[in-house]
């Protein structure tokens, strides 16, 4: 290897067009991207928001649930029609009913994740997103830590928790263009949301304002960027805050109200073919009826179902409608969202799995080199390509494949049962590969005879 390299260094040539062309060449190199080969007509989300409702016990609105206080007995429930819309997962539940925690869980799939581990590379979905092409952009009003808004390429939020005297702010890293200034007037329009109101009223209109913010990002996006895919997260925080300060009489109501609400973003997604994903971070719980105070994450409270069974329900032109039943994980939505948008599930810690909410299955194949590709059923060809990074996709469900890989000194075979989406991964075994050496002495080469100039220059 360092043969290699200084084999390489000795030979820098130092007209300047031929510097250009190795910039050229690493340039291409680092560009390639995966290649898609569609073996059935599918229908894909474009783009997807991730709704995240602060503090939302399942318990609270799922027709099958019925909520309980500490003492055992039974407490208010919402009565909603707009919120279980799509693929509904009857009982998912988090790890951690804490707010940052349990948001780096979602974002992360992984069980034990903190706010830390987020802004950590290849942590977070957002950074396969940004990968393929996506831009990040939020609105959030809780869950919004450091590293969390650094994983946006924009983010309206809140600064502090408080709906008396709010707080909002925007942090730009790469927006699209015109979403600065959008978000500039959804900043300067929330006091219109909030005065002359009190109570649940005022804090439904600090959703409301969350909500329409959203929704206004959303619909600016599909008319002035309409080919620039997008995953935007929101988070209201008022249905939490209502848990905790108003109490058991109010929090169902809260609830009514947001069921109201939604309803524009909800068309929104629906009409623009963009994946609506509706969780929460955590729960509520209540010591009895008419309790004044809420609590989720400590002492009596945190241990209760109440606090840990959260909503997950989706909508997409790629998932199924109706209940899904089974014991599911907070940790399984990040993998679930990256199967929707078919996007490979390489998050560096999850270890959550994705749900089966998907109509087809699309194999994933990641090599250390080209290979030649196969897919197999049944002992026929059905596709053959050649490359390092592939997906099929639109794959039968529950069908026996053999994917086949050969190059000019390896073959690997494996047999795949499609239950979902499958990630393969073909290593030759051979350390490096040679790509990646020629990649690595251009760079030495490029930043060698920079120096060399600069050395010439000051000389
Ligand atoms: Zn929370």
């Known amino acids: 290897m360092i043969s290699l390299l200084s084999a390489g260094i000795m030979r820098i040539p130092m007209k300047n067009f031929f510097l250009i062309t190795i910039l050229f060449f690493s340039f291409s190199l680092a560009a390639s991207g995966a290649t ?7 229908h894909r989300p474009e783009s997807a928001i991730l709704f995240i409702v602060d503090g939302l016990g399942s318990s609270y609105f799922y027709p099958e649930l019925t909520p309980y206080g500490v003492d055992g007995l039974e407490i208010s429930k919402a009565i909603t029609g707009n919120l279980t819309f799509g693929a509904r997962l009857l009982d998912i539940r988090t790890p951690i009913p804490s707010t940052g925690p349990a948001h780096s ?4 799939g992984y069980s034990k994740a903190n706010e830390e581990i987020v802004g950590y590379p290849d942590a977070t ?19 919004d830590f450091q590293n969390m808004r650094d994983e946006q390429d924009i983010i309206l939020f809140a600064q502090n928790n408080s709906i008396d005297e709010p707080l909002i702010s925007i942090q730009a ?3 699209p263009s015109g979403v600065f200034e959008l978000m500039h007037d959804w900043k300067v329009k929330l006091p219109e949301y909030l005065e002359k109101k009190k109570g649940i009223e005022k804090y439904s209109a600090y959703n409301k304002w969350g909500i329409d913010a959203a929704n206004a990002l959303a619909g600016y996006m599909k008319k002035n960027h309409p080919t620039q895919r ?9 249905i939490d805050s209502g848990g905790h300060n108003l109490g058991e009489d109010d929090y169902y109501k809260l609830i009514d109200d947001l069921d109201r609400d939604i309803y524009p973003l909800y068309t929104t997604a629906e009409e623009n073919n963009i994946a609506l994903f509706f969780t929460a971070d955590h729960g509520m719980s209540f010591a009895a009826k008419n309790a004044r105070r809420g609590g989720h994450a400590s002492g009596k409270y945190a241990t209760k179902l109440e606090s840990l069974r959260i909503p997950l329900v989706i909508m997409s032109s790629n998932t199924v409608t109706g209940i899904i039943e089974g014991k599911f994980n907070q940790s399984d939505i990040a ?7 078919d996007l490979p599930s390489s998050l560096a810690y999850a270890d959550g799995k994705s749900i089966n909410v998907k109509n087809y299955a699309s194999i994933f194949v990641q090599a250390d080199r080209e290979y030649s590709v196969s897919l197999w059923n049944n002992g026929q060809k059905v596709s053959e390509t050649s490359g390092s ?10 069908t026996n494949y053999t994917i086949k890989a050969v190059s000019a000194d390896k073959t690997h075979e494996e047999r795949l049962f499609l239950d979902s989406d499958k990630l393969v991964r073909f290593n030759s075994g051979k350390g490096l590969d040679y790509r990646a050496i020629i990649a ?5 080469i490029v930043i060698t005879g920079g120096l060399l100039i600069i050395k010439r220059i000051k000389d």
């Open 389 to 398: 990074e592939l997906i099929f996709v639109g794959l039968p469900l529950d």
């Open 230 to 238: 997008f995953l935007l997260t929101v988070n209201v925080g008022a």
């Open 105 to 108: 869980v979602i974002v992360t």
């Open 173 to 175: 890293n790469k927006a």
């Open 36 to 42: 898609e080969i569609t073996l059935k007509d599918i």
């Open 440 to 444: 690595i002495i251009l760079i030495l």
């Open 125 to 143: 979905f957002y950074d396969i997103t940004r990968q393929h092409g996506f831009v990040n952009l939020a609105v959030m009003e809780k869950g």
């Open 335 to 341: 993998p679930t969202l990256m199967s929707v948008l």
